[in-house]
């Protein structure tokens, strides 16, 4: 009983290619992010849904385009891969965007290597 | 200045210790604060959340808010080697749309 699920785990693609990474929660939640952890381990928001509608959009490359189809499942995009889109990144929910509940609940994270 | 500082460690102990993590941060606005474990190729398990200054207990764990100071600390007391993984620090603000906003973390490898 996953309560957030990524896949796939792994992925290794070339530069220039487009990937994407789906994520789907179990738990109810209302709020949906993608984070990106960097080689450093440094966890960093990319993107806040809230009901599948868009409220956070970090400062991030428009290569990347979020998707959420419906409040349980948030979809990544990546066109054009550069070396530099290797990370690891998480797929997060939680019961509301602020206040009480604003805890997360991680998956296990999707691991991106652009060669 | 980071929004949130905390050392990268590693952070060696021996099996029992008493173990105290920290992070400081400097935006006042940040109201909820949170301690995330994280295993090797794993995604971060919440451990603690916290709302107000002073100490949570549960089990092993204890977080504290220093909200005056803004530091904020999680003890684990008795340490097991099963406690060894990545400690982040996580907070929030408390209006608007908010997200977390992470520590680097702090690994911590306790020895048998």
């Known amino acids: 009983d996953t309560a957030v699920s990524q896949t796939p785990k792994y992925l290794v693609t070339q530069m220039g290619n487009d990937k994407s990474i789906k994520c789907e929660q179990n738990l109810g939640h209302d709020t949906m992010y993608w984070y990106k952890q960097d080689s450093k381990k440094f966890l960093k928001i990319m993107f806040s849904?809230?009901?599948?509608?868009?409220?956070i959009n970090e400062t991030v490359p428009n290569r990347f385009s979020p998707k959420s189809p419906d409040k349980a499942h948030l979809n990544l995009h990546i066109n054009s891969l550069e070396l530099g889109d290797s990370a690891v990144y998480f797929c997060?929910?939680?019961?509301?965007?602020?206040?009480?509940?604003?805890?997360?609940?991680f998956g296990q994270g999707t691991r991106l290597t652009v060669v | 200045q980071k929004e949130v500082e905390q050392d990268p460690g590693p952070l060696s102990v021996p099996e029992g210790a008493i173990v105290s993590l920290n992070c400081t941060y400097s935006n006042s606005a940040f109201q909820y604060f949170m301690w995330y474990r994280q295993y090797s190729r794993k995604g971060p398990e919440l451990l603690m959340y916290t709302y107000s200054s002073g100490n949570k207990e549960d089990g092993r764990f204890t977080a504290q808010v220093d909200k005056s100071s803004k530091y904020i600390s999680l003890f684990i007391r008795d340490s097991q080697p099963s406690d060894s993984a990545t400690y982040l620090c996580a907070m929030s603000h408390i209006s608007g749309y908010s997200t977390l906003t992470f520590g680097k973390g702090t690994m911590l490898l306790v020895s048998p």
């Open positions: 997060a929910s939680s019961h509301a965007p602020e206040g009480p509940g604003t805890e997360a609940f």
């Open positions: 849904y809230n009901n599948k509608e868009l409220i």
